[in-house]
């Protein structure tokens, strides 16, 4: 294989290593490539042709024989060709399919995609180390590190964690694949940008997680009964929507309730409300009487509004582990509601009221809380984020292991993803047909990745990008137990 | 294509598959059958390793008008125990313009061929020849005879000489040369309506072996016996040797097809032996029932469509207005 020294415009000496050339007819986003050597799916490729420097991405790999084809049914037969003729040892042929992902001039780490697709017999190099660099790592501010190209490990992987506030993010993945460590990840590095971020933490993976110089805030899932609205108390009683005459009586109550002693005022009230609205009011106090002791764990009068439980510039974790899926629903929800709430405050305060700055929200299990079957408190205060977030500085950043669960009005929302590995074809497909960054030849790769290994897509990276994400050492909880040594240890002790 | 032709076809299929599928007396077949002699191929591992060589050769033309552009190219695939697989050959590319294409680049690359043996000979233990030994010596010989091969006249070859460098190479290493036909119409061995394959290739019980050998000069086709006849005596007149050719059919492996083996011979050798010899030496060469250095020789040699459009292309004559450009 040949290496090219060449020089650029911008005098750049490019030790260029040629990996093969472009045949047949070619797209200006796709073209067919015969190599010299193996073509490694996710190498990053570069061309030059009519005054366009382009970055490309290997997307299939093809290895094969001329001669030790598929017709072949006798194993024999391969033997002797690998053995005896020696074929095996000398001729292969390697092509693929790379995607282009755009060109770019200048000192920008912007790619552009050429007008004009690649003439076939043009020269295909392996990308340079200097050009990686460039839109994988640029040096702007607003980019954080979260790994190394998975083919150049030596290449910092920066993404643009505005685009993460401004247009949220879907961390999609099967379990133990590396989603919650991503999380951690991505709560350390705001943090250490002085940023705030919010973690609903429906297992429990993250009260432990203790990062130096930065403060982690675990919160108990609590909210004040006081700052319920009537929607989320109805919800929380089980009232129907359509249960008119209850949703009147309840209101009636909540309206002229007092500071203190809420399910005390609150029965009181509905018996004086039972001549009005007779078997309505009798059938809420019924409700209070059924979920009274389940309501008394989440409902705490003592408790401060939760905006006012958020540390700004601090790792917020919401433990909700020991919580029901409707408990924590409700949770969730009336969070996500007081946090838009207080931030828009702060947006038209200019920051002397509610929250001052930007801050993220992640939904773990988002498939619970955010589901496509059923309507969740959290599904419609999680919409009105991802529609309004932008405005107000809120980042939602939606984490499942069961992606074809997610709602997909909300999913079709996310601007940014990083998807890990996917097997389930149901789940690939739900992805790429509701998940505008990401297209069929990358679903095709998602069971081809390993742990801790990621596709990156949307604004929050200039170019798809198939990335190894760090491990964060703090999180020492949510991986695998090992059930084995547990065992062992219990039986000789 | 007339409707009438697929009509004929619904009529008469009963008859003409009757004629595909023959139904063959019980005493031909127990003849087939004593014909054929089971043997399968070994080759001793601890024997010195052979280096074999397969030739063969393709070509294809586009006809343009008043003149054809043709791509021709001889391949030679040598497999040696050091080497591993080497291959090596030459092409001719050029336009042409005569009446026969077809049999005057036939004949052009049997010339190819056969200068390709003879450069191999002293270099190879074995050398592999697609097709036929009798059909290409009647080709030179009526080629010599004949006037108006443009073709080879062009390009300075004689058919006379390349005939004799045939027979050289054939007198100075008989043993070497080996003949394989992947399919022949031949009917030396049996003589019954269809070629010899047909027969052997269904009464044999896909056992592999052989059918017992004979000299070409005793063919029961008479025009082939006078040809065998025509060859042994102008070898002895050219290189003052006696050799003759043997036929056989050979199978490689259970079940796999039969291919045609000619073989130059000596007076008193042992025919049975020499056919046994080669089945051993390609034993471990056979892929899918055929010699693995014809068939990549093969692979190679072949010259598409779409090669010689892509040679159009590079000599810029893709658009000159071809042959059947009316249709």
Same mark, same amino acid.
């Given at each position: 294989?040949?290496?090219?020294?060449?020089?650029?415009?911008?005098?750049?000496?490019?030790?260029?290593?040629?990996?093969?050339?472009?045949?047949?007819?070619?797209?200006? /986003?796709?073209?067919?490539?015969?190599?010299?050597?193996?073509?490694?799916?996710?190498?990053?490729?570069?061309?030059?042709?009519?005054?366009?420097? $382009?970055?490309?991405?290997?997307?299939?790999?093809?290895?094969?024989?001329?001669?030790?084809?598929?017709?072949?049914?006798?194993?024999?037969?391969?033997?002797?060709?690998?053995?005896?003729?020696?074929?095996?040892?000398?001729?292969?042929?390697?092509?693929? @399919?790379?995607?282009?992902?755009?060109?770019?001039?200048?000192?920008?780490?912007?790619?552009?995609?050429?007008?004009?697709?690649?003439?076939?017999?043009?020269?295909?190099?392996?990308?340079?180390? @200097?050009?990686?660099?460039?839109?994988?790592?640029?040096?702007?501010?607003?980019?954080?590190?979260?790994?190394?190209?998975?083919?150049?490990?030596?290449?910092?992987?920066?993404?643009?964690?505005?685009?993460?506030?401004?247009?949220?993010?879907?961390?999609?993945?099967?379990?133990?694949?590396?989603?919650?460590?991503?999380?951690?990840?991505?709560?350390?590095?705001?943090?250490?940008?002085?940023?705030?971020?919010?973690?609903?933490?429906?297992?429990?993976? /993250?009260?432990?997680?203790?990062?130096?110089?930065?403060? @982690?805030?675990?919160?108990?899932?609590?909210?004040?009964?006081?700052?319920?609205?009537?929607?989320?108390?109805?919800?929380?009683?089980?009232?129907?929507?359509?249960?008119?005459?209850?949703?009147?009586?309840?209101?009636?109550?909540?309206?002229?309730?007092?500071?203190?002693?809420?399910?005390?005022?609150?029965?009181?009230?509905?018996?004086?409300?039972?001549?009005?609205?007779?078997?309505?009011?009798?059938?809420?106090?019924?409700?209070?009487?059924?979920?009274?002791?389940?309501?008394?764990?989440?409902?705490?009068?003592?408790?401060?509004?939760?905006?006012?439980?958020?540390?700004?510039?601090?790792?917020?974790?919401?433990?909700?582990?020991?919580?029901?899926?409707?408990?924590?629903?409700?949770?969730?929800?009336?969070?996500?509601?007081?946090?838009?709430?207080?931030?828009?405050?702060?947006?038209?305060?200019?920051?002397?009221?509610?929250?001052?700055?930007?801050?993220?929200?992640?939904?773990?299990?988002?498939?619970?809380?955010?589901?496509?079957?059923?309507?969740?408190?959290?599904?419609?205060?999680?919409?009105?984020? $991802?529609?309004?977030?932008?405005?107000?500085?809120?980042?939602?950043?939606?984490?499942?292991?069961?992606?074809?669960?997610?709602?997909?009005?909300?999913?079709?929302?996310?601007?940014?993803?990083?998807?890990?590995?996917?097997?389930?074809?149901?789940?690939?497909?739900? $992805?790429?047909?509701?998940?505008?960054?990401?297209?069929?030849?990358?679903?095709?790769?998602?069971?081809?990745?390993?742990?801790?290994?990621?596709?990156?897509?949307?604004?929050?990276?200039?170019?798809?990008?198939?990335?190894?994400?760090?491990?964060?050492?703090?999180?020492?909880?949510?991986?695998?137990?090992?059930?084995?040594?547990?065992?062992?240890?219990?039986?000789?002790? | 294509?007339?409707?009438?032709?697929?009509? %004929?076809?619904?009529? *008469?299929?009963?008859?003409?598959?009757?004629?595909?599928?023959?139904?063959?007396? *019980?005493?031909?077949?127990?003849?087939?059958?004593?014909?054929?002699?089971?043997?399968?191929?070994?080759?001793?591992?601890?024997?010195?390793?052979?280096?074999?060589?397969?030739?063969?050769?393709?070509?294809?033309?586009?006809?343009?008008? &008043?003149?054809?552009?043709?791509?021709?190219?001889?391949?030679?695939?040598?497999?040696?125990?050091?080497?591993?697989?080497?291959?090596?050959?030459?092409?001719?590319?050029?336009?042409?313009?005569?009446?026969?294409?077809?049999?005057?680049?036939?004949?052009?690359?049997?010339?190819?061929?056969?200068?390709? *043996?003879?450069?191999?000979?002293?270099?190879?233990?074995?050398?592999? *020849?697609?097709?036929?030994?009798?059909?290409?010596?009647?080709?030179?010989?009526?080629?010599?005879?004949?006037?108006?091969?443009?073709?080879?006249?062009?390009? &300075?070859?004689?058919?006379?000489?390349?005939?004799?460098?045939?027979?050289?190479?054939?007198?100075?290493?008989?043993?070497?040369?080996?003949?394989?036909?992947?399919?022949?119409?031949?009917?030396?061995?049996? &003589?019954?309506?269809? &070629?010899?394959?047909?027969?052997?290739?269904?009464?044999?019980?896909?056992?592999?072996?052989?059918?017992?050998?004979?000299?070409?000069?005793?063919?029961?086709?008479?025009?082939?016996?006078?040809?065998?006849?025509?060859?042994?005596?102008?070898?002895?007149?050219?290189?003052?040797?006696?050799?003759?050719?043997?036929?056989?059919?050979?199978?490689?492996?259970?079940?796999?097809? %039969?291919?045609?083996?000619?073989?130059?011979?000596?007076?008193?050798?042992?025919?049975?032996?020499?056919?046994?010899?080669?089945?051993?030496?390609?034993?471990?060469?056979?892929?899918?029932?055929?010699?693995?250095?014809?068939?990549?020789?093969?692979?190679?040699?072949?010259?598409?469509?779409?090669?010689?459009?892509?040679?159009?292309?590079?000599?810029?004559?893709?658009?000159?207005?071809?042959?059947?450009?009316?249709?």
């Amino acid at each position: 294989m040949a290496a090219v020294q060449r020089e650029n415009t911008e005098t750049l000496n490019l030790q260029l290593d040629i990996v093969g050339y472009i045949v047949g007819e070619s797209k200006p /986003y796709k073209a067919d490539i015969v190599a010299f050597r193996p073509l490694a799916v996710g190498e990053y490729l570069y061309m030059e042709y009519y005054n366009y420097r $382009v970055l490309a991405m290997v997307n299939t790999s093809i290895t094969g024989s001329p001669v030790i084809t598929n017709n072949l049914i006798d194993p024999r037969d391969v033997e002797r060709l690998v053995k005896t003729i020696r074929y095996g040892e000398k001729i292969y042929y390697y092509k693929g @399919t790379v995607k282009i992902l755009g060109s770019f001039n200048g000192s920008s780490s912007k790619l552009y995609m050429p007008p004009i697709p690649p003439p076939p017999g043009t020269e295909v190099y392996k990308a340079p180390k @200097t050009i990686l660099s460039r839109i994988f790592s640029p040096d702007e501010k607003g980019f954080i590190r979260v790994g190394t190209l998975l083919r150049e490990m030596d290449i910092e992987v920066k993404i643009n964690i505005n685009k993460v506030v401004s247009r949220h993010l879907g961390i999609l993945a099967m379990t133990g694949m590396g989603k919650s460590n991503l999380v951690a990840l991505i709560a350390k590095k705001v943090a250490e940008l002085g940023g705030t971020i919010v973690i609903f933490d429906y297992h429990g993976e /993250y009260t432990s997680m203790k990062p130096l110089n930065i403060i @982690t805030n675990v919160v108990k899932p609590k909210i004040n009964p006081l700052n319920l609205d009537l929607e989320e108390v109805a919800r929380l009683l089980n009232i129907p929507r359509n249960a008119t005459r209850q949703r009147m009586a309840l209101r009636e109550c909540l309206e002229s309730i007092g500071e203190s002693n809420f399910f005390i005022m609150l029965k009181k009230c509905l018996q004086s409300k039972i001549a009005k609205y007779d078997i309505s009011a009798q059938k809420v106090l019924d409700a209070i009487s059924v979920y009274e002791n389940f309501l008394k764990r989440i409902l705490d009068e003592g408790i401060e509004d939760v905006a006012n439980n958020i540390i700004l510039g601090a790792i917020n974790i919401v433990d909700l582990s020991d919580l029901h899926l409707n408990q924590a629903d409700a949770i969730v929800s009336h969070w996500l509601n007081r946090t838009l709430e207080a931030r828009k405050i702060g947006v038209w305060s200019n920051g002397s009221q509610g929250i001052p700055s930007p801050l993220l929200i992640v939904i773990e299990e988002a498939h619970a809380f955010i589901s496509a079957d059923n309507e969740t408190a959290t599904k419609r205060c999680a919409g009105s984020i $991802v529609r309004e977030g932008r405005k107000f500085g809120i980042g939602l950043i939606v984490v499942s292991q069961r992606p074809r669960g997610l709602d997909p009005t909300i999913l079709s929302q996310l601007g940014n993803l990083a998807v890990l590995r996917i097997v389930h074809p149901e789940d690939q497909q739900y $992805v790429a047909r509701h998940c505008e960054p990401i297209t069929q030849d990358l679903v095709e790769e998602l069971p081809g990745l390993n742990i801790g290994e990621a596709i990156l897509l949307g604004e929050w990276v200039t170019v798809p990008t198939i990335a190894k994400i760090d491990l964060v050492k703090e999180k020492i909880s949510g991986g695998d137990i090992d059930a084995v040594t547990y065992w062992d240890r219990s039986l000789f002790s | 294509m007339l409707t009438q032709a697929l009509d %004929i076809a619904m009529t *008469m299929s009963k008859s003409i598959k009757g004629k595909v599928d023959e139904i063959l007396a *019980m005493d031909n077949i127990a003849k087939i059958k004593s014909l054929w002699i089971p043997y399968k191929g070994f080759r001793n591992p601890y024997l010195k390793k052979l280096s074999i060589v397969a030739i063969d050769s393709g070509f294809n033309y586009k006809e343009y008008r &008043g003149y054809a552009l043709y791509a021709l190219n001889v391949v030679y695939v040598t497999i040696d125990n050091i080497k591993g697989e080497e291959i090596n050959g030459f092409a001719d590319i050029d336009v042409v313009s005569c009446s026969n294409i077809e049999n005057e680049l036939s004949l052009l690359s049997a010339t190819m061929e056969i200068e390709s *043996m003879v450069k191999v000979l002293s270099l190879a233990d074995t050398i592999l *020849m697609d097709g036929s030994l009798i059909a290409v010596f009647s080709k030179l010989r009526r080629a010599s005879l004949e006037d108006g091969h443009d073709l080879l006249e062009s390009k &300075g070859i004689e058919s006379s000489h390349i005939l004799k460098e045939l027979i050289y190479a054939i007198s100075i290493h008989p043993r070497k040369i080996v003949f394989i036909s992947k399919n022949s119409n031949a009917k030396d061995v049996l &003589g019954f309506v269809k &070629g010899d394959i047909y027969y052997f290739e269904r009464y044999t019980d896909g056992l592999p072996g052989y059918s017992k050998p004979i000299q070409l000069t005793c063919s029961k086709h008479l025009g082939m016996s006078t040809a065998a006849k025509v060859f042994r005596h102008v070898v002895k007149n050219i290189a003052g040797v006696d050799i003759s050719i043997a036929v056989s059919y050979v199978r490689f492996e259970p079940f796999s097809r %039969i291919y045609r083996l000619e073989l130059p011979i000596e007076p008193g050798e042992d025919i049975d032996s020499r056919v046994k010899y080669v089945i051993d030496v390609l034993s471990d060469l056979t892929i899918s029932g055929y010699p693995y250095p014809l068939m990549r020789a093969d692979q190679i040699a072949r010259v598409g469509l779409e090669d010689i459009n892509r040679i159009s292309g590079i000599l810029g004559i893709s658009y000159d207005p071809y042959a059947r450009e009316p249709l």
